[in-house]
């Protein structure tokens, strides 16, 4: 059974007719077929245009359609979703606009994460290498010690859980950088250090939070109809885009095929320029093969920006939805922008899209959707459907009362602390810290002896976890 359609917006002139008219319905020019959002997504436009209000729409009306959502909230003003709307003169009149009433406000059920909410968390062994490398934007150089590192975890059956596992594991190297020589090779203490520095860095802007257990279940974010919200308004841009593209990963490595129509979660990255920023090359190609077999998972993705080109063009060409909110077009740059987002839309030989897109009011649009059979339907100019939800963010009683009755706080809001490097290195009894006055030289055989048996043991199997990078999930290199 296909999930009833989204009439996304009205006509201007449609609406221009002052009588009162009734609420839109579904027409080939403004609707949009949810089973059509695995497909994926974009909302484009210049700041104050409307997007994060298009999107709030959206995210409503799967909501009533039985869908879970994800939305990431920069700016922690999405919380709103939880409070019945009215607050907005400017969504009044258009409420009044399209023929709904006062009875059209409503809340809609809201699981927060992140600030102020569930915490969000996952751990360094999940994340592996390549993207807490990426985190703390090491250099090549770094970033080879850094696979090396969780090498020598995994050899040593070090369990990497939380944020003090990993400095443990940094200082473990460190002490025994010239015993490491002889098994791993080099272990180079500028890098080291600029390791250190690089954590303490993030460090200080809240990256530990992000570390530890429980890490997030992903049947809770898709079983239910819940609208997810991720707070990240207190999140670094870096850890922010480091954290979806794990999000995506475990979502394709985790989540069971589905039929191609079938749809189970739709993902709104706002800003989301900040997940392809300084993104090397290789690791950017594989984000574009996740976004492209995540699809068959029921997952579709929104890219919410205010510039097209800050989306890498292999995943612009996957994109099948498309929402052009208003954009400048002064400078050179901008031109190419508008120019470029205007070549993307199927033509409609009434609208001169280029022009259209610097002429465009707030809340207004250029929409061109994937019909049925996954064909573009040609653009047209629609002032977007009013949200039903407050604009007006949770305040905190609001957010404390909203996490209090949320079922999933006792099983994320106590975090845990099992045995892991930190303990089990304080445990280990070191040789090192025995004998401080003793050279380092005299003991890698008492080292070499424990790495074997670590690694007979234990180290092997859940080591092959721990080195895995997020990539590794689709290179086959995991298992
Ligand atoms: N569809 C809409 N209906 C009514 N008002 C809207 C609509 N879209 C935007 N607005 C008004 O414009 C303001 C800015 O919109 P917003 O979505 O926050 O812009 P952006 O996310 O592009 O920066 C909103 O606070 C609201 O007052
Ligand atoms: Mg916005």
């Known amino acids: 059974m296909p999930l009833p359609p989204i009439p996304i917006g009205m ?12 609420p839109p319905t579904n027409t080939s020019a403004n609707t949009l077929f949810p089973e059509m959002l695995s497909r994926h997504s974009i909302i484009c436009g210049a700041t104050g245009t409307g997007k994060t209000v298009t999107l709030r729409f959206l995210t409503e009306q799967l909501n009533t359609r039985g869908i879970a959502t994800l939305v990431t909230d920069l700016k922690g003003d999405l919380g709103g979703l939880g409070a019945p709307g009215g607050d907005s003169e400017k969504v009044s009149a258009r409420v009044k606009l399209f023929g709904l009433d006062r009875n059209y406000y409503r809340s809609f059920p809201l699981c927060q994460w992140g600030r102020g909410g569930l915490s969000m968390r996952t751990t360094p062994s999940e994340l592996g290498p390549e993207l807490i490398g990426r985190m703390l934007q090491l250099n090549d150089n770094q970033q080879g010690l850094m696979h090396l590192l969780f090498h020598i975890a995994d050899v040593q059956g070090l369990l990497l859980l939380d944020w003090k596992d990993l400095w443990s594991l940094i200082n473990y190297a460190e002490r025994h950088r010239k015993d490491l020589l002889t098994e791993f090779g080099t272990v180079s203490p500028a890098s080291l250090g600029a390791i250190k520095r690089k954590f303490l860095a993030l460090e200080t802007r809240g990256a530990d939070t992000l570390f530890g257990e429980p890490a997030l279940d992903l049947n809770d974010l898709v079983t239910g109809n819940h609208t997810h919200l991720l707070d990240a308004s207190d999140m670094q841009p870096a ?4 954290l979806l593209l794990w999000l995506l990963a475990e979502l394709y490595e985790n989540l069971p095929e589905v039929g191609d129509r079938e749809l ?8 989301a320029h900040l997940l392809f920023d300084d993104l090397p090359k290789n690791l950017c190609e594989e984000v574009e093969q996740i976004v492209k077999l995540i699809r068959s998972r029921g997952v579709g993705v929104f890219f919410i920006t205010q510039n097209p080109l800050d989306i890498p063009e292999n995943i612009l060409a996957q994109v099948g939805n498309r929402i052009q909110h208003a954009m400048r077009a002064y400078t050179p740059t901008e031109q190419r922008a508008v120019k470029a987002a205007a070549n993307s839309f199927r033509t409609n030989p009434e609208i001169d899209t280029a022009k259209a897109i610097g002429e465009l009011a707030v809340g207004e649009a250029l929409v061109s959707c994937l019909d049925r059979d996954g064909v573009p339907q040609p653009v047209s100019r629609l002032l977007i ?8 963010p949770l305040d905190a009683e609001e957010r404390a009362i909203l996490l209090r009755n949320n079922p999933l706080q006792q099983k994320y809001n106590r975090k845990l602390d099992r045995q892991s490097a930190y303990e089990q290195l304080q445990n280990r009894r070191e040789p090192a810290e025995q004998q401080p006055n003793k050279p380092h030289a005299k003991k890698p055989g008492t080292l070499v002896t424990e790495l ?6 234990f ?3 859940i080591g092959k976890e721990l080195v895995r990078g997020l990539m590794g999930a689709l290179t086959g290199r995991k298992r």
């Open 11 to 22: 006509d201007a002139a449609t609406a221009a007719i002052n009588s009162s008219h009734p």
């Open 239 to 242: 850890i922010y885009g480091i």
């Open 264 to 271: 189970r979660l739709v993902l709104f990255f706002d800003e």
């Open 385 to 392: 459907h009013p949200p039903a939800s407050r604009l007006r």
């Open 452 to 457: 074997d048996r670590m690694a007979t043991s």
């Open 459 to 461: 180290g092997r199997q």
